[in-house]
């Protein structure tokens, strides 16, 4: 399972319409319905009930949403973290002085 198929899945399940997912994801229909399809067969359970040409979530799906929307957050707030990091806006800075400099010098200007 790839961060990929856990954020088409969401927003499929978001919009119960693959086509509309599709295009708020600036990817093909047969895109989605291919990667919803994978993650069906690789854990052999269905996450939607399709009715015609309508889809909806099923049992499975909407806990199943539950955890994948858990597991993208974090990935988002990770996504996040490495931005800030290279960013220069978290992290931590070392600074290394003689004890005059770290005394009397830095102290004002650090301030």
Avoid: D
Avoid at 47 to 62: P, V
Wanted: proline content about 3%; cysteine-free; hydrophobic content about 45%.
């Amino acid at each position: 399972m790839t961060l990929e198929q856990l954020r088409i899945f969401a927003e499929v399940a978001r919009q119960q319409h693959l086509t509309r997912a599709a295009e708020s994801l600036h990817l093909t229909p047969s895109a989605v319905s291919a990667a919803i399809k994978a993650l069906e067969e690789r854990y052999a359970t269905q996450l939607f009930n399709r009715i015609g040409r309508r889809i909806e979530l099923n049992e499975t799906g909407r806990i199943f949403l539950h955890e994948a929307e858990a597991v993208l957050a974090r990935a988002q707030a990770a996504e996040l973290t490495l931005t800030e990091i290279t960013g220069l806006q978290r992290g931590s800075l070392h600074i290394y002085a003689s004890q005059t400099t770290a005394s009397y010098w830095l102290p004002p200007l650090l301030a």
